[in-house]
């Protein structure tokens, strides 16, 4: 809830250990909200569990890490963020160095974290994640504003993350990414009232709803096929990357008919599937 | 209630309260301060006044002076650890670590409660030592009774400064409302406008010594001036009044109550923390 208006509404997943889900969708949609909700930083009305955990317990956030899209700076040094980080989590750092070395921050440590650039930010946001070996992983545009090293060096660590088996939860807009790491896609729409519209594997998803020049070809507008909607749960008018996106309301089978077709406005006429 | 992570956010309020300039402001203030009616009280000496009175004196302006700068010191370190993190964006990134809510802010006024007494500690080191060198005969025990009623003082604002601080959006709003605040305190605890009420608008003592119950700043003046001068001309009316009710035990009960007065503004703001809706 931002004030009296709900940010999210009818949100339901469930991701198996070991899995990996996308958020996806526009900005505004509640990407970062549903990770602040994860974390028991916003109230929210139902039922949040971690491992079978309350997601406002501690219980619950030992067992996530949270990268922020933007890791605001806190008045300290890398070494010391690492070692007060690490005391809250119980999970003493060794050698704050040789922690860092996979991040290639091991030679900041003695730099104000204020003082690390963007791409150096989000490496160290990752790694304060990290600590405590946490099972979770909310990582909210880890690759944003990165150079095309600094990202190919980041998707390198979370595929490793992946291949260990942690969960990932993935938010961002970029589709390669998104490719490269998730299981799963769950579609956020835009609007002031958002909902999940489509949760399914990727690959399905694409092949499903989008024709493929529509993931690569950024501004053209696309229509989804509205016989082909056997996943989505309920979808509402939204804006993706520049295009311009139309999905049918409601679920119906494959091969079925479009019903309640929706052009929601705002996103708050998503149907109920 | 982990009391180890009471500890680790505590130490990290300590590094980060001496880094800051608050801190050394307040402290430096303080410090020179009191140096400087030390000096001018080293002037008296060679006037004629007995050496122990200008002792007297400077002990009893110091007591003016802490409860003028502490409670500012405490409302400001109190208002900044909660709205500080807020504005610095950072107290979400806190919240969302394995920590409860009751954890961060104990453990926030727990350092900044040291930092506080480490600040008057310093100033009252400093004032000795000048005291030392100009030849002013300061009253220790009494030095140190002072100091020690301060930090209660400082203790007792940090809290309503955090009361203040954690339901505040950000820290601009906390500051304009603990300089409000503050103002009231010093004002409603000038001894001068007691005694104008009971003179002028015939408020009883009683009333009056309610007030002082009321305000931990009033408290703390009453306090530190009993413990040496307990004289009208600087006592006041209702001081005057409440040492008649509470002979000896004045003091301790004022110091009982400063603590009790944290205590219950330490409530206040964990309250107001717990049911602060958002945490950025």
Known sequence: MFGPRAALQDLSLAVPAGQSLALWGPNGAGKSTTFHAMLGLVPYQGTIRIFGEDARSVKARRMVGWAPQDLAPPDMTVGRAVRFLAELREAPVASVGAFLEPFGLAAETALPVAALSGGQRKRLSLALALLGDPQVLLLDEPTANLDPAGRTQMLDLLSGLRARGKTLFLASHRLGDVRRLCDQVALLCDGVVNRVCAAGRFGALQRRFLAPRSFMGLGTAVDWPERRCGSVASASESGLFGTRTRAVAGACSGGGEGEGKGEGKGGSSCGDG | ?280
């Open chain 2, 1 to 280: 209630m982990r009391g180890r992570m009471i500890l680790i956010l505590a130490g990290r309020e300590w590094r980060a309260a001496l880094a800051a300039r608050w801190f050394w402001f307040y402290g430096g203030a303080t410090a020179a301060l009191g140096a400087g009616l030390l000096w001018m009280a080293s002037g008296m000496i060679p006037a004629g006044v007995p050496e122990s009175l200008a002792g007297g004196r400077v002990l009893m302006a110091t007591v003016n002076l802490l409860a003028l700068l502490v409670p500012l010191m405490g409302l400001t370190a109190g208002a900044q650890c909660l709205a500080g993190e807020r504005d610095r964006r950072t107290l979400g990134y806190l919240l969302a670590q394995p920590v409860t809510r009751s954890e961060i802010l104990l453990g926030k006024l727990l350092g900044n409660g040291l930092a506080l007494g480490a600040g008057l500690g310093g100033a009252t080191l400093v004032l000795a030592l000048a005291a030392l060198a100009l030849a002013v005969p300061l009253p220790v025990t009494a030095l140190l009774a002072v100091a020690g009623l301060g930090w209660l003082l400082a203790l007792a604002t940090m809290a309503l400064g955090a009361a203040l601080g954690a339901g505040a959006p950000g820290l601009v709003a906390a500051q304009g409302a603990l300089l409000v605040t503050w103002l009231l305190l010093v004002l409603l605890g000038d001894l001068s406008l007691m005694g104008l009420l009971m003179a002028k608008q015939h408020v009883p003592p009683q009333a009056l010594l309610a007030l002082t119950f009321i305000n931990p700043v009033h408290q703390f003046r009453v306090a530190a001036v009993a413990l040496f001068r307990p004289s009208m001309e600087v006592l006041g009316p209702v001081g005057l009044y409440a040492r008649e009710r509470l002979g000896g035990a004045l003091v301790p009960v004022l110091a009982a109550s400063l603590l009790v007065w944290t205590t219950g503004a330490v409530l206040v703001a964990l309250e107001r923390f717990q049911n602060s809706r958002s945490a950025s």
